[in-house]
């Protein structure tokens, strides 16, 4: 299969969440690979998406894009980033969210000891 990419793409397995639609519906989804100019993502079941563009946020990379959806099939969507229409994640919510997250696991890593201990 012909690569018609400009770029090349970096291989990620990033946790990603699209907003479809007007409504502000979401889709969490799975970016595969990724560069500044697009993403290959993947859903846990077939998408219907829109053709003109959905809002894809990736945690990981502290960013949140404007795309378009260049080819879909199945549950695997490729897209295209409008370079003008990609900012930051706030960082205060990063933070807070990895503080919480961090927090859990300490509270279920004590609670396998404790299970483990026979407590």
Request: hydrophobic share 40%; with cysteine; proline share 3%.
């Amino acid at each position: 299969m012909l690569d018609r990419r400009e770029d090349a793409r970096d291989k990620v397995f990033y946790g990603g969440i699209a907003e479809i639609g007007e409504r502000g519906a979401t889709r969490d989804c799975i970016v595969r690979n990724i560069s500044e100019k697009g993403a290959h993502l993947e859903f846990g079941n077939v998408v219907n998406l829109p053709k003109a563009k959905l809002s894809l946020a990736v945690a990981r990379k502290g960013r949140s894009f404007l795309a378009r959806v260049i080819w879909w099939r199945d549950r695997f969507v490729g897209v295209a980033f409008n370079p003008e229409e990609s900012f930051e994640l706030p960082a205060s919510d990063l933070e807070e969210r990895l503080r919480q997250s961090e927090r859990k696991k300490r509270q279920l890593q004590r609670r396998i000891k404790e299970l483990i201990d026979g407590r």
